[in-house]
């Protein structure tokens, strides 16, 4: 499906808003609090495709997007905040959802880090609609308060931490009553640290939602072997797993290309993977029987993969 | 038996080690110890029990509470639970319609169903929905009962509720009338 850039607007020097609208049709496929488009990006001699959480449930003339520049950036961030322009035509795919709000949920404990408050602010509004019972806290570096702040409703409910001792995790947590639900997005240590904390107080996995696109980094290049394909491909630093396959003419199952879905795991025949998913589950991961291809590269030099 | 898809499955009691507080709570006057695989004597289980007439209240060991009846139980553990934080394991113990009656006491508080855990023991005696007049009938222990309410002939069935709580109760003579199987004790 075809997207027009419709508008670009800096909310810091690192973080654009950017508005999609559809090209051909009327109206996009409606996406519900909490969804994600995929985002095809030009590259030099590649196509980059990241997963981006719609920011605005309403209305579907148009999609918003925040798009944080990521410094250790593959190409697809950094393109879209230096060589975006309004009236640029992208493929996008989706909406599709990973982070629904639970409706079995009585209380909504929502906590986000940095740009990890984008899935959140398509909640608000249907929060806010339903009258549920929530509370956000969103967790931010000093100098970007002024960046979140506009972002955020003013609401007794909501509030906004600019450092890192303001928010105290483990009496928030074990405040929380039985009836409570807990959803978690943001940086990769924000969501290993809150997450520890609720499972030490007994939290229950059911009650607990997470969200973390991202881990597609890149790292050391290695060798993965491919049992039925009967092919050896060599994945480069600044391509991922999943890309190596697909530019050698595979198609792989893949769906978020951000470690969320799982719908890109693929048995491990030998080698040691490197995980770096948000889906496996802790045996899973020390098992090391199984890989997330979008985001997760190995430890030893070669992987030996069923496929 | 086995075959019919309504019936729950049980296991016996364990404690989740994912809990931070666990509460037992039991229809019966103490525990059933053969039911149970779990070392009690953790220091954050508290257990419930019914001990009727007020008896054995005074001698209820110290994480023990008695209580005068299950609807007595029942109304302070959703009291209970609303106020409890999270991490709490709820533990059932006893009848099928105790179990349930908890285990729906325990939802609307916002529980989920790795918060509960249903351990059967005890007498098998059925709850019967009547499914002519809706009557709850409880203590069933014959293949045929009779509504309280209505007085139809009800066959007890297999068919088990979750949300009654109960099993589903048909008039058994709706074809012939008074031509009423041989009434056998069959969950004693």
């Not at chain 1, 600044?238 to 190596?244: G, I, P």
């Not at chain 1, 470690?259 to 491990?268: F, K, S, W, Y």
């Not at chain 2, 394991?89 to 509960?116: C, M, P, Q, S």
């Amino acid at each position: 499906m075809k997207a027009r850039i419709q508008n670009i607007r800096s909310l810091s020097a690192t973080i654009k808003h950017i508005t999609l609208a559809p090209d051909a049709e009327d109206s996009f496929p409606a996406g519900a609090a909490g969804a994600f488009i995929l985002l095809e990006i030009p590259g030099p001699g590649r196509v980059w495709k990241n997963a981006y959480s719609l920011v605005s449930g309403a209305g579907r003339r148009q999609y918003e997007i925040i798009v944080r520049r990521v410094a250790q950036s593959r190409g697809g961030s950094a393109w879209l905040h230096d060589h975006a322009e309004p009236g640029q035509l992208l493929e996008i795919s989706g909406p599709a959802n990973l982070f629904p709000i639970a409706r079995a949920a009585q209380k909504h404990l929502l906590l986000s880090a940095g740009i990890g408050i984008t899935p959140f602010l398509s909640y608000l509004p249907v929060l806010q609609r339903q009258n549920a019972a929530f509370e956000l806290h969103h967790c931010c570096k000093l100098d970007e308060q002024e960046v979140f702040r506009p972002l955020l409703p003013k609401a007794p409910n909501i509030t906004l931490h600019g450092s890192r001792n303001s928010l105290d995790l483990m009496t928030l947590l074990s405040a929380q009553k039985l009836n409570t639900h807990l959803y978690v997005c943001g940086p990769e240590a924000f969501m290993d640290v809150t997450i520890a904390a609720a499972k030490r107080i007994g939290w229950p996995d059911a009650k607990i939602h997470e969200e973390s696109f991202g881990g597609a980094t890149g790292g050391a290049s290695f060798i993965v072997k491919l049992a039925r394909s009967a092919m050896e491909l060599h994945v480069a630093e600044d391509q991922t797993l999943l890309e190596a396959l697909e530019d050698a003419g595979l198609a792989p199952p893949r769906m978020c290309r951000g470690g969320a879905c799982g719908v890109c795991e693929l048995p491990v025949l030998g080698g040691l993977p490197d995980h770096h998913d948000h889906y496996l589950s802790a045996a899973a991961r020390a098992a090391g029987k199984s890989i997330m291809t979008c985001v997760s590269r190995a430890k030893t030099p070669e992987l030996v993969l069923d496929f | 038996m086995g075959l019919n898809k309504s019936r729950p499955i049980y296991e016996k009691l364990r404690i989740d080690p994912q809990g931070r507080a666990h509460l037992i709570v039991t229809d019966l006057e103490a525990l059933p110890q053969d039911t149970i695989e779990a070392n009690l004597a953790l220091s954050n289980i508290e257990i419930w029990v019914v001990a009727r007439i007020a008896r054995g209240i005074a001698a209820s060991p110290s994480g023990s509470r008695a209580f005068r009846s299950v609807a007595d139980l029942l109304s302070h553990l959703s009291f209970h639970l609303a106020r409890e934080p999270v991490g709490l394991r709820l533990y059932a113990a006893g009848t099928e319609a105790f179990l349930w009656d908890v285990a729906n006491t325990a939802r609307a508080a916002g529980l989920g169903k790795d918060e509960i855990f249903l351990t059967q023991a005890g007498s098998l005696r059925r709850r019967v929905y009547c499914t002519h007049c809706k009557s709850m009938n409880e203590d069933a222990v014959a293949n045929i009962a009779t509504c309280r309410a209505c007085g139809a002939r009800l066959f007890v069935r297999d068919h088990f509720s979750r949300r009654l709580a109960a099993f589903m109760g048909v008039m058994v003579d709706a074809e012939v009338p008074n031509e009423i199987p041989e009434i056998e004790v069959i969950y004693p």
